[in-house]
């Protein structure tokens, strides 16, 4: 008998995300900076929905591979990740005093020691990357460079800098339109998204065409979660989402509901997971992947 989507997705988190919680800690406690150690931990513990490593864990597993082959890529995720949310919430940035349900990193420890807390999350996920010596190294090199570059200036950093011009555009008059949101889009979030899955085939030494299917799954996967978090940034409660709501649209964020109203945003976004869908049904074992995928195109956090 098969698991309702609900069922499969709290099945599919509740025994991944113990697994890479239990590797957290690690390499955060014991340093002389302990400061910085503790504001990397405090944003890391502060909770998330731990959806990257997940789905890079569930990447492995859909081509036959056991979840643990990737724990060191989806942990190194998550470290970068969690760096993007630290420097994203900056008031040189979205300004924001809550995440994840909590005061954010630089409210508690300083906007300096936040952003050193960053830095600290972003290099330590390579260094833990590079030290998993259970990835033989070929693989290990493959992985860092995955994760270079989606976590640079032509992933997530260049969409987030994209990101901060678009809201100079709106103030000056002449807002990005649909085809330039795609792209800021596809760089700050589906960047990473995208090596979430591709990582997953990495580490599992997945055949190259099962591999592509996930990174374009990946891809379109990252397109219809920004899609969401647009949706519910204009729909949503700060107490469902753990941070400020309604903050796109006073900051001069061009959103997919601004330029497409909110049936339209729901439309790409099914139309987004469709594609993600119709790639994860040409890998061996889908079923956690894609029920985690229809999950998040509903996610009301
Ligand atoms: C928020 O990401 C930032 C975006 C890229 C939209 P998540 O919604 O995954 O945040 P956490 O990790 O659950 O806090
Ligand atoms: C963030 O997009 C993307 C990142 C790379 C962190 P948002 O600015 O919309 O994310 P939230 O809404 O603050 O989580
Ligand atoms: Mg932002
Ligand atoms: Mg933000
Ligand atoms: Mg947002």
């Known amino acids: 008998m098969s698991l309702s989507v609900h069922d499969q997705v709290q099945a599919d988190l509740g025994r991944l995300v113990p697994l890479l919680e239990a590797r957290y800690l690690m390499p955060i406690t014991g340093g002389e900076a302990a400061t910085l150690g503790e504001a990397m931990a405090y944003s890391l513990k502060a909770g998330?929905?731990?959806?990257?490593?997940?789905?890079?864990?569930?990447?492995?597993?859909?081509?036959?591979?056991?979840?643990?082959?990737?724990?060191?890529?989806?942990?190194?995720?998550?470290y970068i990740h969690t760096y993007s949310l630290i420097h994203d919430d900056l008031p040189a940035m979205d300004d924001d005093d809550l995440r994840r349900g909590k005061p954010t990193c630089h409210v508690v420890f300083g906007e300096g020691q936040a952003i050193l807390a960053g830095d600290g999350l972003l290099?330590?996920?390579?260094?833990?990357?590079?030290?998993?010596?259970?990835?033989?190294?070929?693989?290990?090199?493959?992985?860092?460079?995955?994760?270079?570059?989606?976590?640079?200036?032509?992933?997530?950093?260049?969409?987030?800098?994209?990101?901060?011009?678009?809201?100079?555009?709106?103030?000056?008059?002449?807002?990005?339109?649909?085809?330039?949101?795609?792209?800021?889009?596809?760089?700050?979030?589906?960047?990473?998204?995208?090596?979430?899955?591709?990582?997953?085939?990495?580490?599992?030494?997945?055949?190259?065409?099962?591999?592509?299917?996930?990174?374009?799954?990946?891809?379109?996967?990252?397109?219809?979660?920004?899609?969401?978090?647009?949706?519910?940034?204009?729909?949503?409660?700060?107490?469902?989402?753990?941070?400020?709501?309604?903050?796109d649209e006073g900051r001069g964020k061009i959103t997919y509901p601004l330029l497409l109203g909110l049936a339209g945003a729901r439309t790409a976004l099914q139309e987004a997971?469709?594609?993600?869908?119709?790639q994860l049904r040409t890998l061996p074992y889908p079923s956690?992947?894609?029920?985690?995928?229809k999950h998040l195109a509903e996610r009301s956090a």
């Open 123 to 247: 290099t330590e996920a390579f260094t833990l990357l590079a030290s998993d010596e259970t990835l033989p190294p070929s693989r290990r090199v493959d992985a860092l460079r995955v994760l270079g570059e989606a976590a640079g200036w032509q992933g997530m950093a260049g969409g987030q800098s994209l990101d901060l011009e678009g809201e100079q555009l709106t103030r000056s008059g002449s807002p990005v339109g649909l085809a330039q949101l795609q792209v800021i889009h596809r760089l700050k979030t589906g960047a990473l998204l995208r090596a979430s899955l591709e990582l997953g085939a990495v580490a599992a030494h997945a055949e190259p065409e099962q591999r592509a299917a996930l990174r374009e799954a990946g891809e379109a996967l990252g397109l219809a979660f920004q899609i969401r978090d647009d949706i519910l940034d204009a729909t949503a409660t700060e107490a469902e989402m753990g941070k400020r709501v309604g903050k």
């Open 288 to 293: 956690s992947l894609s029920a985690l995928a």
């Open 48 to 78: 998330g929905k731990r959806i990257r490593p997940v789905l890079c864990m569930l990447a492995a597993e859909s081509v036959g591979a056991k979840a643990a082959c990737a724990l060191s890529c989806a942990t190194a995720l998550e």
């Open 273 to 278: 997971t469709e594609r993600a869908l119709c």
